[in-house]
């Protein structure tokens, strides 16, 4: 249901910018503009801390079995022989 309606608010808000852009004046615009910035910055902000908290939870919550110092590198082996051979030099 909400969103069949998106479209439909979208345009309407747009068109109602659209038509206040001529009652305002250019720096009264900028004065808009900065309060949307500024709201979507507080607005991210607040996701940001969100997502790294939940993190932190989830971080907390699940039981730690490995090794603290294997961690990426669980279960990867030593090669036998090196890539490189080393040529022999004379002097």
């Known amino acids: 249901m909400i969103r069949a309606t998106f479209p439909f ?3 309407s ?3 109602s910018f ?7 004046q250019e ?6 503009l900065d309060a949307v910035l500024f ?6 902000t607040i996701l940001y801390c969100r997502l790294k908290l939940r993190n932190k939870d989830a971080v907390k919550k699940s039981p ?3 090794d603290a110092g294997e961690g990426v590198y669980e279960g990867l082996k ?3 022989q090196d ?8 002097k």
Do not use: F, M
Request: charged share 15%; hydrophobic share 40%; with cysteine.
């Open 9 to 11: 608010s979208l345009i």
């Open 13 to 15: 808000l747009w068109l």
């Open 18 to 24: 659209s038509s206040a852009e001529a009652a305002l």
């Open 27 to 32: 720096p009264q615009i900028c004065y808009v």
């Open 39 to 44: 709201i979507y910055g507080i607005v991210l």
């Open 64 to 66: 730690r079995n490995k």
């Open 78 to 80: 030593p090669h036998d």
């Open 83 to 90: 890539t490189y051979e080393t040529l022999g030099t004379k």
